[in-house]
């Protein structure tokens, strides 16, 4: 068993042997790697010493002490928060072995291909169809086994897919079969043919999201994760991470949103109203309580998978940015109207406080869109948490393929 204490070792004696101001950053985080210091509650050999989840932050406060440098994670955020714990709970131990490394290190971008234009809200609805075909082949230099797969399909609203080399996909391979039950998960190769990426520009004139196209993209059955026809319960595992990842990233006492209209508020008094004095109270009370949901939600996780307190926790995020970033355009008055620079990018990160006042509230809109609409997850809240009676739900027993679209 690694206790607190043999853990700060390891790391100390992995810094002896990896000076960070010596090592070559790369090299540094492929040794960090293999040295289980990745993830300590990841297996051996996959970049963890399976130690428990909460003795991470022995590892990284001994490697922030040292200067050590990191895997950027807000570049690689899909893949850390939901690709990789859902290779880890359903993928094959030669797709943990291919795909983990090269992930957590930040060789391989990942995006997400879940979302469609007619299933966005009602994501069991999709329509992106895989069929098998036994004797095909694959241009992917990965192993093949059991045949491939050849998909066609539309995706929407993908963060990153222009940056990815790699996609975390579902699609139907069954439309005899109820919604939820004809769903197969796959890891998609985004380089391969058939495989189009579109930018799609939002209200802030940026496009870190993108449509995507796929047309006769052939999958080989090795890159299947989980059974035929199970991948709705695997998209699960994703669905629950990535609401932790959106609504429970860590940040300081008065970070994210909260922080650029508090500072606004000390140094500009003349802006100040009796109005927006209480108003700014408020939010900034509700933004600590939201700190330290995410800190206890973190902390819950250490005992096992993250739960439906997830889905509340984004809710959460997603209200009290844009409350903020609505309170700091009105504290600015004019100002506030301003807009710096419509000029179209493609950022690889997904960035919700950068830049100015107007963007910050142009872009907190997407906040109850992405990663889960507020609607939807008001009703997983109401079911999963509250015990609430599911809504009335006519589609349930119905065969996909007799569905009224």
């Known amino acids: 068993m690694t206790d607190a204490a043999e853990l700060r070792r390891r790391t100390q004696e992995f810094l002896a042997a990896n000076p960070p101001a010596s090592t070559d950053r790369v090299d540094f985080l492929k040794a960090r790697f293999d040295a289980g210091l990745a993830w300590v509650h990841y297996p051996q050999g996959l970049g963890g010493l399976g130690a428990a989840r909460a003795l991470q932050a022995v590892v990284d406060a001994e490697l922030e002490t040292a200067g050590a440098p990191d895997n950027d994670p807000r570049r690689i955020g899909i893949g850390l928060g939901m690709a990789a714990p859902t290779i880890l709970a359903f993928g094959t131990d030669e797709q943990k072995r291919r795909f983990l490394r090269p992930l957590w290190i930040g060789d391989e971008v990942w995006c997400q291909l879940f979302s469609e234009p007619g299933a966005g ?212 008055g004019e100002e506030g109207l301003l807009y710096e620079d419509w000029t179209m990018r493609r950022p690889e990160k997904v960035d919700f406080a950068g830049r100015d006042a107007g963007y910050r509230y142009l872009r907190a809109k997407g906040n109850s869109i992405e990663g889960g609409t507020s609607e939807v997850l008001l009703n997983i809240v109401a079911e999963r948490v509250l015990g609430l009676p599911s809504e009335p739900r006519t589609d349930k027993d119905v065969a996909w393929k007799d569905l009224a679209r």
């Open 121 to 332: 809200s009602d994501l069991a609805a999709l329509g992106t169809r895989a069929v098998r075909d036994e004797g095909g082949t694959s241009r992917s230099s990965e192993a093949e086994s059991g045949g491939t797969w050849v998909v066609d399909g539309q995706k929407v609203w993908t963060s990153g897919a222009h940056a990815a080399r790699w996609a975390i996909l579902i699609a139907r391979t069954d439309p005899e079969v109820p919604k939820h039950r004809g769903i197969t998960y796959f890891v998609c190769d985004m380089t391969d043919p058939g495989v189009e990426v579109r930018p799609l520009r939002q209200i802030t004139g940026e496009a870190e999201f993108n449509e995507v196209f796929l047309t006769g993209v052939r999958i080989p059955d090795a890159h299947r994760l989980g059974e035929v026809g199970d991948g709705w319960k695997v998209a699960q595992t994703t669905l629950m991470n990535e609401r932790v990842s959106i609504g429970g990233s860590r940040i300081p006492r008065e970070g994210g949103l909260i922080a650029p209209v508090a500072a606004t508020w000390r140094e500009r008094p003349e802006l100040r109203t009796h109005d927006l004095h209480q108003r700014l109270l408020k939010l900034w009370v509700e933004a600590e309580v939201a700190r330290l949901t995410g800190e206890r939600l973190r902390q819950q996780l250490v005992a096992g998978q993250p739960g439906p307190e997830g889905s509340g926790l984004k809710l959460g995020f997603a209200r009290l940015n844009q409350e903020i970033s609505g309170l700091e355009v009105e504290l600015l």
